[in-house]
């Protein structure tokens, strides 16, 4: 069973690079501390994949780690929610950040300044692949 993050600590963000920041009370250890690499982007999560959908998100990592986030839950966020998924189609992923506030960090060399967010990009799961590996 995945561990689950509430729709209402969770917020996406979309551009170039979409951005999932979700608010949690513990740091979700298995994910990396959240670093930039030269370019000033966040470093990508090794082995971990996204599966991003209308009414939930799966992170899954190493093991069995399973991370589901919430989605809409209102036919009304509808649209804002398939904006966010079209950002995440057209740059191949998402950048999850887990941070230990209530704020929305729009900053990323913030969250890595701080150093207790947790994440990075994470690639989504393409159909192929996911045919590949069943």
């Not at 971990?48 to 209308?54: E, S």
Request: some cysteine; proline content about 7%.
């Amino acid at each position: 069973m995945p561990a689950c993050v509430p729709r209402e600590d969770a917020c996406c963000l979309g551009g170039a690079v979409p951005t999932m920041v979700l608010r949690a009370a513990a740091p979700v250890v298995q994910l990396p501390r959240f670093r930039l690499v030269g370019d000033g982007r966040p470093a990508t999560c090794s082995g971990f994949v996204l599966t991003p959908g209308v009414t939930f998100a799966l992170v899954e990592g190493p093991g069995r780690f399973r991370l589901l986030v919430e989605g809409i839950t209102h036919l009304d966020e509808a649209d804002g929610r398939f904006a966010w998924l079209g950002h995440v189609e057209r740059a191949g992923g998402a950048v999850i950040a887990v941070v230990d506030r209530r704020d929305v960090a729009h900053d990323w060399a913030g969250l890595a300044a701080d150093g207790r967010a947790r994440g990075g990009y994470v690639p989504i799961v393409r159909r192929a692949d996911r045919l590949r590996t069943t």
